[in-house]
């Protein structure tokens, strides 16, 4: 189930179970959007990526789903494995004058249980 | 794709010091970028570091703080200064896709970060 925890809304799945994360963003004219996935001790890494002129784009094993009308992006997992396990962030960019702006989601904590 | 080295990985330091971290860039990049990430929180941009200008800080942060050099295309620091308590986060440098920034579409590439504590 998905509950919040201290600061970070976790997610709970059985693993080979499917994942979904979700995240909304605030910016109509953002026009490009990111899923990074963070484990414990590292950086943030690049999953999946989608623009705005799509709805859904596909990669191995995850989908990145996007609905503009309600700002709204998610992320799903296929057969989640404890290896992913992390905090996911989205991402959402925009360009004004200065270049191109990246704004980060508050983080969903997954957590994949045997 | 852009791989990111950053020293130190993690320090403990004393209120009132000063500690600089270190970033390293495979590939020559024209900005670079500050985050910083508090405990259990997400990523907030620090500052925006260009070769060969000031740095462009975000609101709420300032140089005095956060004093940032930039002496070429690969590598930058942050200081984080006069340190307490709350500046304990981790500290992360970024760059967009080298073959992609001057098009302002691409994703950003992170380091594996500085964690800092401070006692």
């Known amino acids: 189930g998905e509950s919040v925890g201290l600061h970070l809304p976790t997610l709970s799945v059985q693993e080979g179970d499917n994942s979904i994360i979700n995240c909304a963003y605030s910016?109509?004219?953002?026009?490009?959007f990111i899923w990074y996935k963070q484990e414990s001790g590292k950086g943030p890494q690049f999953i999946i990526d989608?623009?705005?002129?799509?709805d859904k784009r596909q990669g191995q094993r995850v989908t990145v789903l996007l609905n503009k009308t309600v700002k709204h992006l998610s992320l799903q997992i296929a057969a989640t494995q404890p290896g992913d396990s992390a905090v996911y962030f989205c991402?959402?960019?925009?360009?004004?004058?200065?270049?191109?702006?990246?704004?980060f989601g508050p983080g969903t904590r997954l957590s994949v249980l045997p | 794709s852009a791989v990111i080295s950053q020293k130190p990985s993690r320090d403990i330091c004393q209120r009132g010091t000063s500690l600089t971290i270190q970033c390293q860039v495979d590939?020559?990049?024209?900005?670079m970028f500050w985050y910083r990430q508090q405990p259990g929180q997400s990523l907030t941009l620090i500052a925006t570091?260009?070769?060969?200008?000031?740095?462009?800080?975000e609101s709420g942060f300032v140089i005095d703080k956060f004093p940032i050099s930039r002496p070429n295309l690969t590598f930058s620091t942050l200081t984080v200064s006069n340190m307490s308590p709350e500046d304990s986060s981790i500290y992360l440098c970024?760059?967009?896709?080298?073959?992609?920034?001057?098009?302002?579409?691409?994703?950003?590439?992170f380091g594996e970060g500085s964690r800092l504590t401070v006692l």
């Open positions: 991402a959402e960019t925009f360009r004004d004058n200065y270049g191109q702006n990246f704004v």
């Open positions: 570091a260009n070769q060969g200008s000031e740095a462009t800080y």
């Open positions: 970024s760059v967009e896709d080298p073959q992609l920034a001057g098009l302002n579409t691409g994703e950003l590439f």
């Open positions: 590939s020559q990049v024209t900005m």
């Open positions: 910016n109509s004219a953002s026009d490009y």
């Open positions: 989608i623009r705005s002129n799509m």
